[in-house]
C-alpha cells in the first residue's frame, strides 16, 4: 500500500481483469442503474453481461456484501443500501473496508465507484484512507516501483464523470488525508519535533508560504504551556505558524492543532498497555497541516493561519512536575495535577496566540485530547464542543457530508468549569471530578483561555478515537476542515459539500470593516 499512487480520472478507459484488476462498488440500487454499456470495457473478456447480471442478483448487503466475478481479479461490491441519520450517505467507512478486503495487490488496478454527485468527495477521502503511505517492511522499503490505482466515478442521473476541477479538489483532498495519515502513522524517532517543522516547511514551500517559528524565545515571550510541555525532551517544543493572507480577504479563521508527537505521560506516566500507540497524539496538527495544504491549492478566499503546538511530553531531570505553576500565552497561572494533561496545555497557548496575535473571527482547535471522547462519541465520531450553536449544527452536517463523522459534547461552562478549582493558580489542569463530562471539561480549559465572554467563534474538535482504525491512522479531520470551510474556497465541489449558507456581508462589532460570515 505504501507504493501506492491514487489517480482520480473521468474515464479509467478499458481494460481486461488480468492486466488491470478492477472493483466495482456502490450501494445496491446504484449498482443496479449501472448499464452494462457502462462497465462491460473494464470486465470483458473474461465477465459476460450474464455473469454481471447475476453477480447482482445474488448480492445481499448486511451492511456490506459482495461477490467475485472472475477470480479476485473483479468484483462487484454492494454498501449498505441504508444509513442511519448519524452516518454519512457515502457509508464512507464500509468503503475503507471493501477496498482493502476485495482490491487484489498489483501493478495497476481500478476502482469504479457508483455514487451520487454529493457522495463523491466523501467517497474519495474514503477511498485514500484505505492506501496509507507509511511502512517500514524490509520487502516493501525495497521495491522502487510505484503502483496506480485509478479512480474512475459513475455517477448517478448523470451522463458525465466529475469535471477536471473536480478531479484536482480530489487530488488535493486525498493528497491531504494521505499526509496526515502518513505523519500520525511515523513513529517519533523519525517524526519528532524537528522532523515536524521540516514537513510544516515543505508545505510551506510548496505553497510559496514561509513558516513562522516560535522556538527558543517560547519561555521568554510567555508560552508556558508548550514550553512546560515540552522542556524535557531531546528535541524542543515549539509555536509554528503558516499563514495565508489572500487579497481580498474579509475573515480570519485560525486552525489550531494538538501536536505531540510522543505522549509518555510525563511524570503522571501512563502504563505499559497505555503508552503504545502514542505516536498518534499528533493527530490534530497533522490534520490541519493537511487540510492547509488541501484548502490553499484550491483557493482558499479568507484569511486562513495554520498553528500548530509540538512538543514531545517526555520524562528527564527537566520534566514539569505535578504541583509546578506554570504561566500561559493567556496571562492565566495553571497548577499542574496531572502531566498526563498536556494537550491541553499547548493548545491553551495556540488559541491564545491566534486571538491575541493573529485577531482570529473563528478558532478551531483539533486534537487527540481525552481517551474518554471514545467513551462520549465512540470509535467513528470524533467530539465537538462550541460556544455558538449554528456552528455545532454545521459541524455534524459537515460530518456527513464528508465522512468525518461528527457528534455534539455539553457546552456548559457555568456548570463544569469549576472542576479545575484552584487554591494557589487561576486552574489546575486536570479535573477534580473524572466523571463529571470530562472531554467536555478538557475542551473548557481550552476555550477559558480565550474567554467564555470572546465575541467570536470557538470550535473544538477531540478526534482521539477516530485518528486510527487499528494500527492504521485514518487521517481524520482533514475532509472534515475542508468541508466546514467549504463556502471561502473557490471550489465547487468544496462549495457544494460545506453545510454552510451562502456568504452574507455583517458588521463586525468589534472592527470598522465588515466581514463576509461563513454561517
Not at 498518534?280 to 488541501?294: Q, S
Request: charge should be neutral; hydrophobic fraction near 40%.
Amino acid at each position: 500500500m505504501a507504493n501506492v499512487r491514487l489517480e482520480f480520472k473521468a474515464s479509467a478507459g478499458d481494460a481486461d481483469p488480468q492486466t488491470r484488476p478492477v472493483l466495482i462498488l456502490g450501494q445496491l440500487p446504484n449498482l443496479q442503474r449501472v448499464l452494462w454499456s457502462n462497465v462491460r470495457g473494464k470486465l470483458q473478456p473474461r465477465v459476460t453481461e450474464e455473469v454481471w447480471k447475476a453477480a447482482l442478483s445474488s448480492l445481499s448487503p448486511n451492511p456490506t456484501d459482495n461477490c467475485p466475478l472472475y477470480l479476485n481479479l473483479a468484483t462487484v461490491a454492494a454498501l449498505p443500501s441504508r444509513v442511519s441519520r448519524h452516518n454519512s450517505p457515502s457509508a464512507a467507512h464500509f468503503i475503507t473496508r471493501l477496498i482493502r478486503n476485495c482490491l487484489p495487490a498489483g501493478a495497476t488496478r481500478c476502482i469504479l465507484m457508483v455514487c451520487e454527485r454529493s457522495e463523491v468527495f466523501a467517497s474519495a477521502c474514503a477511498i485514500a484512507r484505505a492506501f496509507p503511505l507509511f511502512t517500514r517492511r524490509s520487502s516493501a522499503c525495497r521495491r522502487a516501483d510505484k503502483k496506480c490505482v485509478t479512480v474512475e466515478f459513475l455517477l448517478i442521473g448523470q451522463n458525465n464523470g466529475p469535471m477536471e476541477i473536480t478531479l484536482k479538489c480530489l487530488e488535493s483532498a486525498t493528497e491531504g488525508v494521505r499526509l496526515a495519515a502518513r505523519i500520525v502513522d511515523t513513529p517519533c524517532n523519525e517524526m519528532n519535533t524537528d522532523h515536524f517543522i521540516e514537513e510544516i516547511s515543505a508545505v510551506g514551500k510548496e505553497l510559496g508560504i514561509t513558516p513562522k517559528i516560535i522556538r527558543e524565545e517560547l519561555k521568554e515571550r510567555g508560552f508556558g504551556g508548550i514550553y512546560g510541555v515540552g522542556k524535557a525532551a531531546e528535541h524542543p517544543p515549539a509555536l509554528v505558524i503558516l499563514s495565508h493572507t489572500p487579497e481580498g480577504g474579509t475573515q480570519t479563521i485560525a486552525w489550531v492543532g494538538k501536536g505531540i508527537v510522543y505522549d509518555t505521560g510525563g511524570l503522571s506516566i501512563k502504563g505499559k498497555t497505555t503508552m503504545p500507540g502514542m505516536k498518534r497524539d499528533c493527530g490534530g496538527a497533522a490534520a490541519v497541516l493537511g487540510a492547509f495544504k488541501a484548502a490553499v491549492k484550491q483557493g482558499f478566499k479568507d484569511n486562513l493561519h495554520a498553528v500548530f503546538c509540538l512538543a514531545e511530553n517526555s520524562v528527564g531531570p527537566n520534566a514539569t512536575r505535578p504541583d509546578d505553576i506554570h504561566l500561559l500565552y493567556s496571562g492565566k497561572t495553571v497548577e499542574i495535577n496531572n502531566t498526563d494533561a498536556e494537550g491541553r496545555l499547548v493548545l491553551a497557548d495556540g488559541v491564545s496566540y491566534a486571538c491575541k496575535d493573529l485577531n482570529a473571527d473563528i478558532i478551531l482547535d483539533i486534537a487527540t485530547l481525552t481517551g474518554s471522547q471514545g467513551i462520549a462519541t465512540g470509535k467513528y465520531h470524533a467530539a465537538v464542543l462550541t460556544n455558538n450553536e449554528e456552528w455545532e449544527t454545521a459541524c455534524v452536517k459537515a460530518g456527513r457530508k464528508c465522512g468525518d463523522l461528527v457528534q455534539p459534547l455539553v457546552y456548559c461552562p457555568e456548570l463544569h468549569f469549576n472542576e479545575f478549582s484552584s487554591a494557589v493558580a487561576d486552574m489546575k489542569n486536570s479535573v477534580a471530578d473524572r466523571e463529571n463530562a470530562l472531554s467536555s471539561c478538557a475542551g473548557l480549559f481550552i476555550a477559558s483561555h480565550i474567554g467564555f465572554d470572546w465575541p467570536g467563534v470557538w470550535v473544538h474538535v477531540d478526534i482521539a478515537s477516530p485518528v486510527h482504525a487499528g494500527e492504521r491512522a485514518t487521517g481524520f479531520g482533514v475532509a472534515l476542515l475542508l468541508s466546514l470551510f467549504g463556502r471561502a474556497s473557490e471550489d465547487p465541489l468544496l462549495n457544494m459539500v460545506s453545510p454552510l449558507g451562502e456568504d452574507d456581508m455583517v458588521e463586525n462589532p468589534d472592527r470598522d470593516t465588515k466581514r463576509r460570515r461563513l454561517v
